[in-house]
């Protein structure tokens, strides 16, 4: 399996295997940069061979340990990318543990992983992702101060789920700015795919701004939290991308922009907190350009729960004003990100990891010209 050669392997400081037989520990840290300060991102613990159940079982671990590398890999390059363009004081890194966690989640796992995360040195800060919980990272924090995002103590910051909704609230506003010319959300009609944390979140603030809200979701308890605040049309999970609306927010799973679903979105603009909405980056987001849907960049428009982690890192306290100016700083960073891909003809997520990249290589120079003195 090349590592090294692979496209996502590119430019990653330290990869790090795990293992602890006594708990039955698989996991892999992935550093991308450090460039802006101690990499930051979540631990994803996820079952990587039941996609290869179907396989004979020496070739279903084979592949299931090749998809939780590129996994890794393209996620901390992912948080490099999300923490650069946010304007932090973090680098980009991730996480996974190989394993179902219901079965393998106990305490003495998460604490051995802990032990792993520490030898880093605070090069990596875990924190919850797919498949951790928030008890999983106080297990974790048993063994290391190198965990984020936790409930109470001095610098803990709580549910990030807020934050990312303000986040994407501010990036519609700068949408539908860019697109529609609307300096208000007051009569625009959003699509909310997914109202869980974020979503009801987000719900909450468009209602307030005069959007008119169209949602759906697979839970009905969730469906009816948004309906007990006020009006919504309800939808059916199938339906949600081809309604008539202005925004289409994604707020549920990845991967829903793709061959199927783009030939029917009548919306203009697509903004909504959901990681990975491209199934295929650089192909999904070039077609979208085509027809005329401006598309925020999922890791740039859903930045504010990391940014709300920030002072948690650097064991700061936390000052609510500063934290809400830089979530909404959000809006201003897709406004530029969206007049460079119409100066550029290219898609914004194209736009969007240059800008990256840039951020990420110049503070490159500076630490390496402050080493060099
Ligand atoms: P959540 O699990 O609380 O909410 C997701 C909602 O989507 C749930 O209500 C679920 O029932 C619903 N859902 C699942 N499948 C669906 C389907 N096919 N159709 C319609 N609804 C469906 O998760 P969340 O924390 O609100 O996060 C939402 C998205 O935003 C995720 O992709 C997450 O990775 C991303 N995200 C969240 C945060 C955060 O701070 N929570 C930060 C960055 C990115």
Known sequence: MPVFDSRSFKDHEQVVFCSDAATGLKAIIAVHSTALGPSAGGCRFWDYARSHRHSPADIAETRSEQDAVYDV??????????????????????????????????????????????????????????????????????????????????????????????????????????????DSLNGIKVAIQGVGHVGQYLADHL???????IITDIVDDHIQAVLDGGAATVV????????????????????????????????????????????????????????????????????GGIISVETEVYREPLDHAARRAKVCRIGETLTKVFKASDAESLPTGTIANAMA?????????????????
């Open 73 to 182: 890999l393209r996620l901390s390059r992912g948080m490099s990318f999300k923490n650069a363009m946010a304007g932090l004081r973090l680098g980009g890194g991730k996480s996974v543990i190989i394993g179902n966690p219901k079965q393998l989640g106990t305490p003495a796992l998460m604490q051995a992983f802990g032990r792993y995360i520490n030898r880093l040195g605070g090069s990596y800060y875990a924190a919850e992702d797919v498949g951790t919980t928030p008890a999983m990272m106080m297990d974790i924090q048993a063994s290391t101060d190198y965990v984020s995002g936790l409930d109470g103590g001095e610098f803990g910051t709580g549910d990030p789920s807020p934050h990312t909704a303000l986040g994407v609230f501010e990036g519609i506003k700068a949408a539908v700015q860019h697109r529609i010319g609307k």
């Open 207 to 213: 209602r307030t701004a005069g959007a008119e809200l």
């Open 236 to 303: 059916s999970p199938e339906s949600i991308h081809s309604v008539d609306c202005d925004v289409f927010a994604p707020c549920a799973l990845g991967g829903g922009l793709n061959d199927t679903t783009l030939p029917e979105i009548k919306a203009s603009i697509i903004a909504g907190a959901a990681n990975n909405q491209l199934e295929t980056e650089g192909v999904h987001d070039e077609q979208l350009r085509q027809r005329g849907i401006l598309y925020a960049p999922d890791y740039v428009i859903n930045a």
């Open 357 to 373: 990249e840039d951020i990420i290589s110049k503070a490159n120079a500076a630490k390496m010209a402050a080493a060099a003195e």
